[in-house]
């Protein structure tokens, strides 16, 4: 039976092979190689950092100031990444402590109808989003009038996008973790006279920041390296990181584009670093 | 439980047996909603040979799929850059006229006559040599490029009629306060700043593409997005956007089928298409990996028949590259069925064969550059 089981592991491991292992050497490969569509020939490869001087030195001039697009693109994945994780944090943690203080015997339900939207596809519910944020929207058509301002194309239609995306990343963890808390903790420190407000932040808080770590890094990841949210939301006129990389593969510049997505993957690996010194275990990820 | 594998198992076998049991095929690599189906019908029906059809969503994929040669395809449909591209790397057949006599029957229309001989002048500029197209490739479909507009905007109209290209990109001078959207296709947007500019939309330069993105930077666009213009002037809320002829009335002929009239959808928003302007062109064209010549052929020569062009046309919203299929299409300008009129006089306003124009079809320019087009867009969204 053993066998069996071990013969039942391998489709995923071939899968990752092929389809995560091999890439990611691709990528390495192609970032610093002279490879590309064209000449993908293995035998008169050349090494070179060139790529790496071409995205140095990339300068546009706009009104008479110079600045490098890649490095702006950049700044916008973390600028967007950072207020989205900060923003989802405040008002996460504080649903996620809501949840879990109610007296509802069944919070398995209201944490389904948090994830329900996620049902739905990404791409149909930005699309959605950037409809209603529009001056001529179906609300509009079927009330007669406008409930929101029309702001799509604006940042804030950007981060209201992410936000409702990836909002539920970080109040599941965060839940996880205030869920295994013992009560008896916070009620031995009233006894020992604290006020709630303390009690809360010397002991619910400390306890619970395993959660609150996972939760920033799953949300704050996917939105740094995502493009589509931002690309429907901003009407195509802000670039992050992912838009620039997502246009260099569709026209084919492989060596950039393999060199971006490398910069990309080591801000990933660095977090999942940062992840691992705050939660050795990996428990609250599930 | 046996009973349920062994009906499975005939079924299975029935499907197998039926799929193979047919005659000759031809293999067709096509885009997708292409070719309509009673097209498809009528040439089986005439010939005996099953058409099976293979989808692609880019000239790039046509392009891999033939050089991979894991299906030996028959017959292609690639755009002018590309059979320019497919010509010099030597993968696609020379056609043997002998076997397309309808070709003599009809006549190109001047435009399509004029996008040959420009996408000949580009090949001779790159490499030095001649390439008669018409050797290797017969026109599907041919279509321009426009502005789409928001004709609910006052006076919008009457200005790029006036105006033409200035009116979509000197924001500063017409209508400040509209909104502008752009294909979100580096190339195209560079095409479009230098068609603008009075210069050839195919030379690159790094002047031309310092010129080209100031050009794109005072047209403010407040969208770059590809399905979604067409749908946001319509709505009202895109006031102009480059886009294709076919893109617009893909959109007129859904309000037409929901029982609008024409006239409506003009007042609520149309398309202009300047002078000059950029165009594409599909062609048939039969790659070296063909088995079944003589069905590719008689598939040419089939589509180049008037009325079969015509009936190909009513399903996609394109312009027909003969002038015998155009008529026949005019034809129906007095038809009961008020589908058919409305869709003939959409093609005698948008694709009439007696408009006269300068049209470029866009070639494939080499990587480089392609990059560094791109890096200027980029450039371009960033600073908005």
Request: aromatic letters at 14%; glycine letters at 4%.
């Amino acid at each position: 039976m053993n066998s069996l089981y071990r013969r039942l592991a391998i489709p995923y491991q071939v899968w990752l092979v092929v389809l995560v292992f091999l890439p990611i050497m691709a990528v390495v490969l192609i970032a610093v190689s002279n490879l590309t569509t064209a000449n993908f020939n293995l035998s008169d490869i050349s090494f070179s950092l060139a790529h790496w001087n071409d995205l140095v030195e990339n300068q546009s001039q706009v009104d008479g100031e110079y600045f490098n697009s890649y490095l702006t693109a950049f700044r916008n994945s973390f600028m967007y990444a950072s207020i989205t994780t900060i923003v989802s944090f405040i008002f996460g943690y504080f649903l996620a402590y809501q949840i879990k203080q109610s007296r509802i015997k069944n919070k398995f339900i209201i944490l389904t109808i948090i994830i329900l939207p996620m049902w739905s596809n990404l791409i149909l519910r930005s699309e959605a989003l950037r409809n209603i944020m529009q001056e001529n929207n179906i609300i509009e058509s079927i009330l007669g009038f406008n409930i929101l301002p029309s702001f799509a194309g604006t940042s804030y239609a950007v981060i209201i996008g992410l936000l409702l995306t990836y909002m539920p990343f970080m109040i599941l963890p965060v839940y996880t973790a205030l869920e295994k808390i013992d009560d008896a903790l916070g009620e031995a420190s009233l006894d020992l006279g604290l006020t709630p407000f303390k009690s809360f932040w010397k002991v619910t808080f400390p306890l619970s920041l395993k959660g609150v770590v996972s939760g920033s890094i799953m949300v704050f990841l996917p939105t740094f390296a995502g493009f589509a949210v931002p690309k429907i939301l901003s009407n195509g006129t802000i670039l992050l990181i992912g838009n620039v990389i997502e246009t260099k593969f569709t026209y084919k510049i492989l060596n950039i584009g393999s060199l971006l997505a490398m910069l990309v993957l080591f801000v990933i690996l660095g977090s999942i670093l940062i992840l691992t010194r705050f939660d050795k275990e990996g428990e609250t990820l599930l | 439980m046996k009973k349920l594998i062994l009906a499975i198992a005939i079924m299975l076998i029935a499907t197998a047996v039926v799929s193979c049991s047919s005659g000759p095929t031809l293999r067709l690599l096509n885009w997708g909603e292409y070719l309509n189906e009673d097209v498809i019908d009528a040439f089986e029906e005439e010939y005996g040979i099953t058409i099976k059809q293979t989808v692609a969503s880019s000239n790039e994929l046509f392009y891999s799929k033939i050089v991979s040669n894991t299906t030996a395809y028959d017959l292609v449909i690639p755009s002018d850059y590309m059979v320019e591209k497919m010509v010099e790397e030597d993968l696609l057949l020379e056609l043997d006229y002998s076997l397309i006599p309808n070709k003599d029957l009809v006549t190109y229309m001047a435009g399509v006559d004029d996008i040959y001989a420009s996408m000949t002048a580009t090949t001779l500029a790159r490499t030095g040599e001649t390439v008669d197209y018409s050797v290797y490739a017969v026109p599907y479909f041919w279509g321009t490029y426009g502005i789409i507009y928001n004709n609910r905007v006052d006076g919008l109209e009457e200005a790029l009629n006036e105006y033409g290209w200035s009116v979509y990109f000197d924001a500063e001078t017409y209508f400040p306060d509209a909104s502008r959207g752009m294909y979100d296709v580096p190339q195209d947007a560079y095409a479009t700043a230098l068609i603008y500019l009075g210069e050839n939309p195919n030379d690159y330069s790094q002047d031309l593409l310092d010129s080209a993105q100031t050009i794109l930077q005072n047209a403010h666009f407040s969208q770059w997005a590809d399905d979604a213009l067409k749908r946001d002037v319509e709505a009202g809320n895109l006031d102009m956007a480059f886009a294709y002829t076919g893109d617009y009335l893909d959109r007129l002929y859904i309000q037409l089928d929901d029982g609008r009239t024409l006239e409506e959808v003009q007042a609520d928003f149309n398309i202009y298409v300047p002078d000059p302007t950029i165009v594409f062109i599909d062609n048939m064209v039969i790659p070296y990996t063909a088995t079944n010549l003589d069905a590719a052929h008689k598939f040419i020569n089939f589509l180049l028949d008037p009325e079969i062009m015509a009936l190909n046309a009513q399903s996609v919203g394109y312009a027909v590259p003969t002038e015998e299929a155009y008529d026949v299409i005019i034809s129906y300008l007095d038809s009961e069925d008020s589908y058919l009129s409305s869709w003939a006089y959409a093609n005698q306003t948008y694709y009439n064969k007696d408009r006269e124009g300068t049209y470029y079809p866009m070639t494939s320019l080499p990587s480089t550059f392609v990059d560094d087009i791109t890096t200027m867009v980029d450039a371009v969204k960033v600073s908005s």
